[in-house]
């Protein structure tokens, strides 16, 4: 699910930078809020290029112009969600990018599953879903030289106000919110603050060479291995079983129809049969 329907609405709770810095931290230590923009990603990236530190984190309550993986449009109401990019200076080899995007798939799903009580799911390669619905979008975009990391723009749009009279009728039953979940408002602040905790957490392990902690993590969070699964690969979609992740993060599937295993980089999954959560 790509494209959330923008629609005027009352903001539950204005963000705050004071609210959400986190003095000291290697993430979250220089925070901005922006009334609106046209990307957060863009933004911040503006600012990774004028040599701006590791660990600034801009926040908007608005964007005109959001995206997802592919290019897809990432639409929320004014002032109920979280629409967040979080700047980060790896140093990683370039290959090993993917990385962070499992890394942020794990913190959000145990910050919803700890401070929420929330049972999600990953679904690969980077979204989070509570009972079979879109909470999170995840977009890291990077740029690298010499094959080594500069820096990625961690982009994070997470639906935590959103209500459904917010969506059309047909995208009800795709996205969800945590507000949804819990019938109540939550704090944007709050949320974002113990998020870029849990974050810096994970990113501090991974950079501690704890990779595999992170994967079987992942795994747990995905409850993928042994899911029936279509992939949309452009012009051509397989059939078959989830077998996991690779070191690379990429995905591996038993193709049935080939009767052949194979690493799948990007494309659309389907679960065959809904998972729980």
């Known amino acids: 699910m790509s494209v959330l329907k923008s629609s005027p609405g009352k903001e539950d709770n204005r963000l705050s930078a ?15 809020v922006l009334p609106e ?36 449009r990432w639409e929320s109401p004014r002032g109920k969600d979280l629409l967040a990019s979080v700047l980060l200076r790896p140093g990683l080899p370039a290959e090993q990018a993917f990385r962070i995007t ?19 799911r990953i679904k690969w390669p980077n979204d989070v879903l509570v009972r079979g619905r879109k909470l999170c979008g995840i977009l890291a975009e990077l740029r690298a030289e010499k094959g080594k990391i500069n820096y990625i723009i961690l982009g994070l749009g997470i639906n935590l106000n959103l209500e459904a009279e917010d969506l059309p009728e047909e995208l009800r039953p795709l996205a ?5 979940e819990l019938h109540r408002p939550v704090d944007r ?12 957490s994970r990113y501090q392990a991974l ?10 993590a992942w ?14 690969l452009g012009r051509e979609t397989i059939s078959g079983r989830a077998l996991g992740l690779d070191q690379d993060g990429a995905l591996r599937v038993w193709d049935s129809m080939a009767g052949i295993e194979r690493r799948i980089v990007a494309g659309d999954v389907q679960y065959l049969r809904e998972q729980g959560g």
């Open 219 to 232: 795994h747990r969070w995905a409850a993928l291995e042994g899911q029936e699964v279509t992939v949309g």
């Open 176 to 180: 969800g919110s945590v507000r949804q």
């Open 37 to 72: 923009v046209g990307s957060t990603n863009d933004e911040l990236k503006r600012r990774a290029e004028a040599g701006a530190p590791e660990g600034v984190v801009i926040l908007a309550e608005s964007q005109t112009r959001g995206r997802g993986r592919l290019q897809r």
């Open 102 to 120: 499992l890394l942020a798939g794990v913190a959000v799903a145990e910050t919803l599953a700890r401070d929420y009580g929330l049972q999600p």
């Open 207 to 216: 950079l501690a060479g704890r990779f595999s902690e992170l994967l079987s």
């Open 189 to 200: 602040a709050v949320f974002a603050r113990d998020l870029l905790a849990g974050l810096e």
């Open 18 to 32: 004071e609210a959400i810095r986190r003095p000291g931290g290697r993430l979250g230590h220089t925070v901005i």
